[in-house]
């Protein structure tokens, strides 16, 4: 009989930590409408933890207000499967596909898939390369073709919604305006998220 993919548990939500590429893609701030309805009802939808049994993968902003409303444990469904870091990052994206995303999240979730997506090609040549060499002499590390570094913008740019110009295109703002920020061009920044 195969083990099952998640446990259930309740824990203490200060103990957790959200997945850093949740909190640089989406933020952690709940509303004060999340936090009072914590505070009055509970989590009602429980956190999504990596196998870990700490790193937050869904519901860091439940998590957020659970802890500002002082309850001592939260609802959480641990994924025994997700132990891989790609793994964990696409589940993170995975769970805000529901969500209402802005332009600049959508931004940067191309810019993760479209990392996670190139990874796994690489991965996949260097396991074929691997294949291919005999007596355990050392390679340079591959790098993805072309056409795969092509198929994984493509990958990325439909799972946000956009063709790959848009895509590549509002990751050039979203450069621009890290750079503006980092120039002390705050209205610069602003206009261009605008």
Excluded at 79 to 107: C, F, G, H, K, P
Excluded at 122 to 135: D, E, I, S, W, Y
Aim: charged share 30%.
């Amino acid at each position: 009989m195969a083990e099952p993919s998640t446990i259930f548990k309740r824990l203490d939500p200060a103990k957790l930590r959200p997945h850093p590429k949740s909190i640089s893609i989406y933020g952690d701030q709940p509303c004060q409408e999340l936090i009072d309805s914590v505070a009055a009802r509970g989590v009602m939808e429980a956190l999504v933890l990596a196998a870990d049994e700490k790193t937050v993968l869904s519901g860091r902003r439940r998590r957020q207000a659970a802890i500002a409303a002082r309850l001592p444990t939260v609802p959480c469904t641990i994924r025994l499967d997700l132990t891989d870091s790609l793994d964990m990052r696409e589940a993170v994206l995975d769970a805000n596909i529901r969500n209402e995303r802005t332009n600049e999240q959508r931004a940067r979730e191309f810019q993760e898939r479209k990392e996670i997506e190139e990874a796994r090609a690489l991965l996949r040549r260097k396991a074929t390369q691997f294949g291919r060499v005999a007596g355990g002499g050392s390679t340079p590390a591959p790098q993805p073709a072309p056409s795969e570094r092509g198929e994984a913008a493509e990958i990325a740019a439909h799972s946000v919604g956009w063709s790959v110009p848009t895509a590549e295109q509002a990751t050039d703002v979203l450069l621009a305006v890290h750079k503006a920020k980092q120039a002390g061009r705050e209205e610069e920044a602003e206009r261009l998220v605008e």
